[in-house]
């Protein structure tokens, strides 16, 4: 039996004129000789250059003087070491040297994609058979940087979406790291990153039970003035900082309408993007509701799987997770616990489907093999494309097949509500294949989702069009479900 898919006419397109500000700096010697040139100029230089910079930037960020001061300060040191009396520079003069130490990046100059869908926490002032939602998307600039970018919209009785107006300036969220860690699971996760304990101890052996951030970094700091240490212990020391800066809060402000707020990468261990975000909203067995999102970190050589929870959209806290469960890509946790415990979706080998129960939402071990490949369109690998939906029938898990020319395909799946290690059913058909208009993009051949939601007994499904842009597709349940049971 076939399903019939509504494929709604919305695109959800790059937009070049997305921009954000970002600090910027050429090293330390040719960013001595940039200031070397500003301190040469008269006030009167100073004066004229910076207001023709301001009067070309400041209609595009909010309060790009504060972005200056701050990027100014981030070279203080530089500026110091010539000598220079920090201290005794003018205002203008210090945001002029911001200035050149700042540059605009375009989030979404070459694609917006590989979206997911929650209900948003408030649901007043809707008519009968509407839904208001948030939409999380990838955003993808230049050097394929990625971020996290959000749209609110409306789904009505027809489930027709009406997105709201986006807002005209995009800002970046303030960051506070984690103040205290735990020693004993801060080791195991080193274990886990494989990182040599003849390196890692001469550190954690100086460090107590419980630990701040910036005692770490200073032991690490200490010990890499050492010019002469091998290749290896150097890398060591890094990637312990690496996972160090992995945690911490970020924090929007309340002016800021939620397609304002962008999640940027922060930590080292996402330099190079913050990729493939399944937002789920959970609700734990009091009743309370969270939002999560596990995501893929990555700084060029290297991934990282992290955990985004929040409450409002305007604080997040961002941890990485660990444990043997917590691999590669493609985790995906469930939106309620399971007897007890959470449970989560896992491709730990790049192939197939893995399930795993926790009593913590960052450990993650002994996973359980769910779904192989088993149909030609998903021979190559088999994965989750976002959280599973409850539903009587059971927990519905979207899925994506890759399959000869590496397409990938949108599949749908059906666990046992009681015992989801039971699969009891499975399209043989893909639910979405890439149309012909579909095809082109950044990576062609690709439809993918990282979530979906269920409203007036239909599947919204929004997903990616060849890693380029997005739209979403509807799809009635009772049907879905005929089909799923035929299998």
Known sequence: MRVSVERKDVKFLPDCSRVVVRFFMNGDQRTQNLVARIMAMSDFQVNQTLEQTLREFSRRHRNISKVFFKHCSNIRHIIEGMQVNYDDLSEDRKLLIGSYCTMEFALESAAFFNPSIVEDFDQTYLEEGEKRVIISFRATGEGHISSLVFRRAIIDKNNDLHLMKIGNHIDKAEISHKKLYDKSRFIERLSEMDIPTKFSDAIMDRLPDRFEYYALKQEVRRILEDTNMIAERRMALEEMTWLVDSFYDIQFKHDADLSARVIFPISESESRGIEDARFVRFMDEDGKTKVYATYTAYNGHTILPKLMSTD????????????????????????????????????????????????????????????????????????????????????????????PMRR???????????????????????????????????VPNVVYSCGALIHNQSLILPYALSDYSSTYAVVNLAELFAALKEN
Not at 418 to 423: A, F, G, I
Not at 429 to 439: A, D, Q, S, V
Request: net charge neutral.
């Open 312 to 403: 409002d959209f305007y604080t997040f806290r961002v941890m990485p997770l660990h444990g043997d469960g917590a691999q590669n890509k493609n985790l995906a946790l469930f939106p309620s616990k399971i007897k007890g415990k959470y449970a989560m979706l896992a491709r730990i080998d790049g192939v197939n489907n893995y399930i795993m129960f926790s009593d913590r939402t960052t450990l993650w071990k002994n996973p359980i093999l769910l779904q192989k490949p088993k149909y030609p369109w998903e021979f190559t690998q088999i994965g989750n494309c976002g959280s599973p939906l409850w539903t009587p029938e059971g927990w519905l898990i979207i899925t994506h097949g890759v399959g």
């Open 408 to 442: 990938y395909c949108i599949g749908v799946s059906l666990l046992d509500l009681e015992d989801p290690t039971k699969e009891i059913g499975r399209l043989k058909e893909p639910l979405i294949t890439p149309l012909e208009h579909e095809r082109e993009g950044y």
